[in-house]
């Protein structure tokens, strides 16, 4: 059965996946996650998953038939109002 | 804690992490290979850690300990000194019953008087954590395996010599097995004279050198 | 836009694309692929068995140690390429069995014998140089899960390569008698270091760099080798075994052409140690196949 194991490489960050193992059952998969991830002491926690537990997505998202620059930073264009909207605060501030 | 039962427990893992490591490159499998490696070099550390305790009196090294001695010195049970590779099955019943009966001795060395003993005990303690776990789990896996349980019956009588006394009637329990006639430490087996000769003919042939 | 047709697949890979396992290949890389990487876990695998005798007879115990955790690291390597090798459809057991079989190849170097501790310095520290300009080419590999382990590999070698050039330091400040060890190691090693990254192809010719598979010209690696390596020997004190060694004015290296006829022999299963070293592996894995049946043959 063949396992995947993802690593956390210090506290905090994200689990990235590390590689996969061939073990019989969930024993022996930590057994060798264990070695095969933290033996040089390189591994803050593991996840071991039994692949067919893992769904794999290829084309998460079609995004790019219609603009949807709402749902990206570049889809706003600030300067030019923040320009204007600060010129009339310091002329009326002025007044 | 006299320098000779040092020198027992250094020679045990000296001798077992020896045998343990002939399995590196040809274990059953290789995720096993890679985990079985492990233990021989834990093995291999904390056999220089109880030398280098034993060494505390006498100045020498923990390296001239290992490797100085004549064959008829070392003090190692003979359960360590038997050549097993390729029989996994007696190899997996000789790690079950020895990291059982080892636990036993360590958890005792913990509570020692002496403090240098009592701390290494502690730190060994928590290394051999997973070997106790990594034996268990072989164990559990390759019980009602004929020959496995053949396995157990024969070394039975070599792990009881690994720890003494009372000790005995704890491992005894620990591995659901009656007492037996133990083959006891003092008279070494067939198999360390073999043993001895390769680990020592790099280090004998340039007396003295540092490597 | 992934690509569909071979030059397609071609242009993509050639200008830095990578592919993972369930995408389309032409039939031609995919071939190519497994081979090359199946080739890749064998050396691993081969490269233990002249190694692990000398961590029985490893002079101190940080000697011992340290040569386990090598030889631990290269069978850990040999599973990471061997899993990679089952997701492109071929399992480690069919694998396996065309190793001891003789069906698939192993690197050459791991074809010969080791007859002193000089061996194992020069093993560590030279062999394993030789072997990581190689490696460190294949991170840009076009099939990523194989790129993706590579980086987990590169990192693990670079201590065996501490390790060896200690164990070289070590004897070459001892006794003369530990120099000559070394000397005479170095002087058996040479010929087969020099054919380790194979005869010259031109990159245009070489289909292994046309997919990207390798992104590095055999010609190449072996400069990058003498570069790096050719100095440090040297300032030990060691001489290496070819008279035409030298450094050209333009930075390249002039050497006796290498016997390629022997590294063609020696791959082909004819070395002085092949078949005695995969009988080995093939009594090994007879005498263990009742436990891979008694563990790894039910699912959990």
Same mark, same amino acid.
């Given at each position: 059965m063949v396992w995947e194991v993802f690593r956390q490489e210090r506290e905090g960050q994200p689990f990235q996946h590390g590689g996969s193992l061939e073990a019989p059952n969930r024993e022996f998969a930590e057994a060798y996650a264990r070695e095969f991830y933290g033996r040089r002491d390189e591994s803050f926690a593991l996840w071991i998953v039994p692949r067919e537990a893992v769904l794999e997505v290829r084309?998460? #998202?079609?995004?790019?038939?219609?603009?949807?620059?709402?749902?990206?930073?570049?889809? #706003?264009?600030?300067k030019v109002k923040l320009k204007e909207a600060r010129e009339r605060a310091a002329a009326a501030g002025a007044g | 804690m006299n320098a000779q039962l040092l020198l027992e427990l250094a020679d045990d893992e000296l001798v077992l992490g020896w045998r343990n490591s002939e399995?590196?490159?040809?274990?059953?499998?290789l995720e096993e290979d890679v985990a079985f490696s492990s233990i021989a070099q834990t093995e291999i550390g904390h056999a220089r850690a109880w030398y280098e305790l034993a060494a505390?009196?006498?100045?020498?090294?923990a390296d001239a300990l290992a490797f100085d001695?004549?064959?008829?010195?070392y003090r190692c049970a003979p359960l360590c000194e038997?050549?097993?590779?390729?029989d996994w099955a007696r190899t997996i019943a000789r790690h079950y019953l020895y990291e059982t009966a080892d636990a036993i001795r360590i958890a005792e060395l913990a509570r020692s008087d002496d403090p240098d003993v009592a701390g290494l005990a502690a730190k060994i303690q928590r290394e051999e954590a997973y070997h106790v776990m990594h034996a268990q789990m072989w164990h559990d896996r390759l019980r009602g395996e004929e020959r496995y349980e053949a396995a157990l019956d024969e070394l039975w009588p070599y792990a009881l010599a690994v720890v003494e006394g009372e000790r005995r009637n704890e491992l005894a329990a620990a591995v659901g097995r009656e007492p037996a006639e133990p083959v006891e430490r003092g008279e070494h087996t067939d198999d360390l004279a073999a043993l001895w000769e390769e680990m020592t003919t790099v280090r004998r042939s340039v007396p003295g050198a540092a490597w | 836009m992934a690509p569909r047709t071979e030059d397609e697949f071609r242009a993509y890979v050639q200008a830095g694309g990578q592919v993972e396992t369930g995408d389309w290949m032409p039939d031609d890389y995919r071939a190519k692929l497994v081979k090359f990487i199946e080739m890749h876990g064998n050396s691993e695998l081969m490269g233990v068995l002249p190694e692990r005798e000398w961590i029985l007879r490893a002079p101190t115990l940080q000697r011992k140690l340290a040569l386990t955790a090598k030889v631990q690291d290269e069978v850990g390597h040999a599973q990471l390429i061997y899993r990679v090798v089952e997701d492109l459809g071929k399992p480690r057991e069919a694998a396996l069995e065309d190793l001891v079989s003789g069906r698939s190849k192993f690197h050459n170097v791991f074809h010969y014998p080791t007859k002193t501790w000089g061996d194992v310095g020069v093993i560590a520290w030279l062999v394993d140089a030789a072997a990581i300009i190689s490696q460190k080419a294949l991170l840009?590999?076009?099939y990523a899960p194989y790129a993706r382990i590579m980086k987990k590999i590169c990192w693990e070698e670079s201590f065996h390569i501490l390790h060896g050039r200690d164990v070289v330091l070590a004897l070459v400040t001892g006794t003369d008698e530990q120099r000559q060890l070394v000397q005479e190691a170095l002087d058996r090693w040479w010929g087969p270091l020099m054919q380790f990254?194979?005869?010259?192809?031109p990159a245009e010719d070489d289909p292994m760099y046309q997919w990207r598979i390798?992104?590095?010209?055999n010609e190449e690696a072996r400069q990058q080798f003498l570069d790096g390596y050719v100095p440090q020997i040297r300032e030990l004190g060691l001489s290496v075994p070819?008279?035409?060694l030298a450094k050209r004015d333009d930075g390249v290296w002039e050497y006796t052409e290498p016997d390629w006829d022997e590294l063609r022999r020696v791959v082909t299963?004819?070395?002085?140690r092949t078949q005695e070293r995969l009988e080995l592996r093939r009594l090994s894995r007879e005498e263990t196949a009742w436990v891979r049946d008694a563990v790894l043959a039910d699912a959990a």
């Amino acid at each position: 059965m063949v396992w995947e194991v993802f690593r956390q490489e210090r506290e905090g960050q994200p689990f990235q996946h590390g590689g996969s193992l061939e073990a019989p059952n969930r024993e022996f998969a930590e057994a060798y996650a264990r070695e095969f991830y933290g033996r040089r002491d390189e591994s803050f926690a593991l996840w071991i998953v039994p692949r067919e537990a893992v769904l794999e997505v290829r084309e998460p #998202y079609v995004a790019d038939v219609f603009d949807r620059d709402y749902r990206r930073v570049d889809g #706003y264009s600030l300067k030019v109002k923040l320009k204007e909207a600060r010129e009339r605060a310091a002329a009326a501030g002025a007044g | 804690m006299n320098a000779q039962l040092l020198l027992e427990l250094a020679d045990d893992e000296l001798v077992l992490g020896w045998r343990n490591s002939e399995w590196t490159g040809i274990a059953p499998f290789l995720e096993e290979d890679v985990a079985f490696s492990s233990i021989a070099q834990t093995e291999i550390g904390h056999a220089r850690a109880w030398y280098e305790l034993a060494a505390r009196e006498s100045g020498a090294d923990a390296d001239a300990l290992a490797f100085d001695r004549e064959p008829g010195e070392y003090r190692c049970a003979p359960l360590c000194e038997l050549r097993l590779v390729s029989d996994w099955a007696r190899t997996i019943a000789r790690h079950y019953l020895y990291e059982t009966a080892d636990a036993i001795r360590i958890a005792e060395l913990a509570r020692s008087d002496d403090p240098d003993v009592a701390g290494l005990a502690a730190k060994i303690q928590r290394e051999e954590a997973y070997h106790v776990m990594h034996a268990q789990m072989w164990h559990d896996r390759l019980r009602g395996e004929e020959r496995y349980e053949a396995a157990l019956d024969e070394l039975w009588p070599y792990a009881l010599a690994v720890v003494e006394g009372e000790r005995r009637n704890e491992l005894a329990a620990a591995v659901g097995r009656e007492p037996a006639e133990p083959v006891e430490r003092g008279e070494h087996t067939d198999d360390l004279a073999a043993l001895w000769e390769e680990m020592t003919t790099v280090r004998r042939s340039v007396p003295g050198a540092a490597w | 836009m992934a690509p569909r047709t071979e030059d397609e697949f071609r242009a993509y890979v050639q200008a830095g694309g990578q592919v993972e396992t369930g995408d389309w290949m032409p039939d031609d890389y995919r071939a190519k692929l497994v081979k090359f990487i199946e080739m890749h876990g064998n050396s691993e695998l081969m490269g233990v068995l002249p190694e692990r005798e000398w961590i029985l007879r490893a002079p101190t115990l940080q000697r011992k140690l340290a040569l386990t955790a090598k030889v631990q690291d290269e069978v850990g390597h040999a599973q990471l390429i061997y899993r990679v090798v089952e997701d492109l459809g071929k399992p480690r057991e069919a694998a396996l069995e065309d190793l001891v079989s003789g069906r698939s190849k192993f690197h050459n170097v791991f074809h010969y014998p080791t007859k002193t501790w000089g061996d194992v310095g020069v093993i560590a520290w030279l062999v394993d140089a030789a072997a990581i300009i190689s490696q460190k080419a294949l991170l840009k590999c076009s099939y990523a899960p194989y790129a993706r382990i590579m980086k987990k590999i590169c990192w693990e070698e670079s201590f065996h390569i501490l390790h060896g050039r200690d164990v070289v330091l070590a004897l070459v400040t001892g006794t003369d008698e530990q120099r000559q060890l070394v000397q005479e190691a170095l002087d058996r090693w040479w010929g087969p270091l020099m054919q380790f990254h194979g005869n010259p192809i031109p990159a245009e010719d070489d289909p292994m760099y046309q997919w990207r598979i390798k992104s590095q010209a055999n010609e190449e690696a072996r400069q990058q080798f003498l570069d790096g390596y050719v100095p440090q020997i040297r300032e030990l004190g060691l001489s290496v075994p070819d008279p035409k060694l030298a450094k050209r004015d333009d930075g390249v290296w002039e050497y006796t052409e290498p016997d390629w006829d022997e590294l063609r022999r020696v791959v082909t299963g004819h070395g002085p140690r092949t078949q005695e070293r995969l009988e080995l592996r093939r009594l090994s894995r007879e005498e263990t196949a009742w436990v891979r049946d008694a563990v790894l043959a039910d699912a959990a």
